[in-house]
């Protein structure tokens, strides 16, 4: 992961479905302000019990310095966990069994 320069805003990739996010994201952008970089991306629409591919609804590619994982799909989650995973980038899913290295499950 490549070196912060001091005082630069911390950048954070949010990705919710339905909004699942929105008050944590208001929250930071609240009481953050301008040390925070707020990307959110959204997955807006009902999924089959099991994804089998979730590359058409993932980025390949994630710019962070931290992923905050809101979504409600456990394959999704865990396919983000790992492009994650590949990159560096720390994951925090709050209040899920996410047993991915480097996901930060902290109960909500």
Do not use: Y
């Not at 707020?38 to 979730?54: H, K, L, R, W």
């Amino acid at each position: 992961m490549e070196q912060k320069k001091r005082g630069a805003p911390q950048k954070i990739v949010v990705f919710q479905q339905n909004e699942s996010g929105r008050g944590k994201i208001e929250g930071i952008k609240r009481f953050g302000g301008e040390h925070f970089q707020v990307e959110i991306f959204n997955i807006d629409q009902t999924f089959p019990p099991i994804i089998d591919d979730t590359g058409p609804f993932l980025p390949e590619e994630i710019d962070a310095d931290l992923v905050l994982d809101f979504l409600k799909h456990p394959d999704l989650s865990h396919d983000l966990a790992l492009i994650c995973l590949k990159k560096g980038i720390p994951v925090v899913a709050s209040g899920k069994k996410n047993k991915a290295e480097g996901v930060l499950a902290p109960p909500t």
